[in-house]
């Protein structure tokens, strides 16, 4: 069995380590420097208080400063933290990641620096030193997965990307149990644009729960689903065009990265929370515990300059 190092503790990356447990692969889950707590309540309870579900006895939690001493036999490398902590996780992973080990992404998000845009694992082998950047083989898991549903098994279907098919297939099956259904491709860039754009559309097809909760059911009881229908298929539509504009493959847009994870992230992610409460009127930063990416404005501007986005109709 393999020995995989998850680096970042939260919801997410405690969620995947179910699979690998599963399948008998033995699991160090490093928090980062923000993790402490988690991993403080994981040694005393064995439960992740985000997931509110018991972590495998095969997964054992170690806190940052521990990531030397368990990466140097690793199998694999997950990186799975928070999409603003990818520069701390190459700059940390510089000092300490074997050249061999391949790295796979949960995080999601684009990088946009010197009017263009970037895929997050990009931007982390940026960060790390010239003989990784050389060697380093970088993958990403994308597809609806809601942290929650994966941690209780709950059937879940995703892709893996990279760039060398024989290793993806080995990743696949490295994950694949009878409830984590996974599939090979090789369209990294179409993949990861995907699943950032979707948080951007989530939250404007969640901002018609919240202009119904604001303006309320019409008389004869009808809601505003054709509004979020249309919302949804204009993301569609602008996904595909970014895609092609990043050097993708249109089939990511229409499959488990793009439409599966968007419609997962409608319907129950937190951007489409977000979403509701700009709905509902509220235009503060940070609502209930969630925050605008400070990223976001720089990625507007670079759509607005780069296409006519909303012209299609």
Wanted: aromatic share 6%.
């Amino acid at each position: 069995m393999a020995k995989v190092v998850i680096l970042g503790a939260g919801v997410m990356g405690t969620a995947f380590s179910t699979p690998l447990a599963d399948n008998g692969h033995q699991v160090s889950l490093v928090g980062t420097h923000l993790d402490s707590d988690i991993i403080e309540e994981i040694h005393e309870t064995r439960v992740h208080p985000g997931l509110r579900s018991r972590v495998r006895d095969l997964v054992t939690p170690y806190t940052y400063d521990r990531l030397g001493d368990v990466i140097g036999d690793a199998d694999l490398v997950v990186v799975g933290v928070n999409s603003l902590g990818v520069d701390w996780a190459g700059n940390t992973l510089a000092a300490v990641l074997p050249p061999h080990v391949p790295l796979l992404f949960l995080t999601k998000g684009l990088a946009g620096e010197h009017g263009k845009l970037e895929v997050l694992p990009h931007v982390l082998r940026s960060k790390l030193t010239p003989q990784q950047q050389k060697n380093v083989k970088l993958n990403a898991v994308g597809g609806p997965s809601i942290a929650g549903e994966l941690a209780a098994n709950r059937h879940t279907c995703v892709v893996v990307t990279g760039d060398d098919l024989v290793l993806l297939n080995k990743l696949a099956g490295m994950m694949r149990t009878p409830y984590y259904h996974v599939w090979p491709t090789n369209d990294v860039v179409g993949v990861e644009t995907c699943v950032a754009l979707k948080n951007l559309y989530a939250l404007a097809v969640g901002c018609v729960g919240g202009l119904l909760e604001r303006d309320g059911v019409a008389s004869n009881d009808a809601v505003m689903f054709n509004l979020a229908a249309a919302i949804f298929a204009q993301g569609l539509w602008e996904s595909a065009y970014i895609v092609d504009l990043m050097g993708g493959e249109r089939r990511s847009v229409f499959t488990l990265p793009g439409a599966g994870d968007l419609y997962v992230t409608s319907m129950g992610g937190r951007n489409a929370r977000m979403g509701r409460y700009l709905g509902q009127g509220s235009h503060s930063q940070s609502l209930n515990g969630i925050s605008w990416p400070k990223s976001l404005s720089k990625a507007l501007n670079w759509l607005r300059r780069s296409a006519p986005l909303s012209n299609n109709w």
